[in-house]
């Protein structure tokens, strides 16, 4: 569905007089959490690491990065104020990610980042794009922004009701996403097959 659609759906299954800003605001609010909490999409940006440079930009919130690879070497967190003779990463102001020891020499994508991806915004400028969610759960951004916009009418049935169907999608989506097989496996513990 395209923004517009789920625009329209809202105003359909719960009209009311916000403005589409407003619920722009609530369909991020709840894609940025489906991002962060279920619908967990990892990725890597790689770096050249540069002699002498021990601090990089990092082009998400430092709150997505799982993991730091540093010329094919696991990196692990560490305050940088503690002694060590371990190499670590630290972060440095709320954009920037440091490696210690500083690099002795350049390094083509020396730097690998693993993250979760944060959605693209969006905005009331273009309304014919499609959210990054998987086009399936699109009804999810839906339920997910009544469910809020009913709580700022304090229309307590309605919230119950929408919220229903967004735990239900929730469950539907988890269910789709299972890589447990549904059948029993045999485990071949004297290693004969």
């Given at each position: 569905?395209?923004?517009?659609?789920?625009l329209?759906?809202?105003?359909?299954?719960?009209?009311?007089?916000?403005?589409?800003?407003?619920?722009?605001?609530?369909?991020?609010l709840?894609?940025?959490?489906?991002?962060?909490?279920?619908?967990?999409?990892?990725?890597?940006?790689?770096y050249?690491?540069?002699?002498?440079?021990?601090?990089?930009?990092?082009?998400?919130?430092?709150?997505?990065?799982s993991?730091?690879?540093?010329?094919?070497?696991?990196?692990?967190?560490?305050?940088?104020?503690?002694e060590?003779?371990?190499?670590?990463?630290?972060?440095?102001?709320?954009?920037?990610l440091?490696?210690?020891?500083?690099?002795?020499?350049?390094?083509?994508?020396?730097?690998?980042?693993?993250?979760?991806?944060?959605?693209?915004?969006?905005?009331?400028?273009?309304?014919?794009?499609?959210?990054?969610?998987?086009?399936?759960?699109?009804?999810?951004l839906?339920?997910?922004?009544?469910?809020?916009?009913?709580?700022?009418?304090?229309?307590?049935?309605?919230?119950?009701?929408?919220?229903?169907?967004?735990?239900?999608?929730?469950?539907?989506?988890?269910?789709?996403?299972?890589?447990?097989?549904?059948?029993?496996?045999?485990?071949?513990?004297?290693?004969?097959?």
């Amino acid at each position: 569905m395209k923004l517009q659609e789920i625009l329209d759906e809202i105003a359909e299954k719960y009209p009311h007089d916000m403005s589409n800003d407003s619920v722009i605001r609530k369909i991020n609010l709840v894609q940025n959490e489906l991002f962060r909490t279920t619908f967990l999409v990892k990725t890597m940006a790689m770096y050249n690491i540069q002699k002498d440079v021990f601090a990089y930009t990092l082009p998400f919130p430092r709150t997505s990065l799982s993991s730091v690879i540093v010329d094919g070497r696991p990196y692990n967190y560490q305050d940088s104020k503690r002694e060590s003779n371990n190499p670590f990463y630290y972060f440095v102001g709320d954009k920037g990610l440091g490696i210690n020891p500083t690099p002795d020499k350049d390094i083509e994508s020396g730097l690998a980042l693993f993250y979760t991806k944060s959605p693209k915004q969006l905005t009331d400028v273009d309304k014919t794009v499609v959210p990054e969610l998987d086009p399936d759960f699109h009804l999810l951004l839906v339920y997910g922004a009544l469910a809020q916009i009913t709580e700022s009418f304090n229309d307590v049935a309605m919230i119950n009701n929408f919220t229903n169907k967004y735990n239900g999608l929730i469950q539907e989506f988890q269910k789709a996403n299972d890589e447990t097989p549904d059948y029993p496996v045999i485990e071949d513990v004297m290693g004969v097959w």
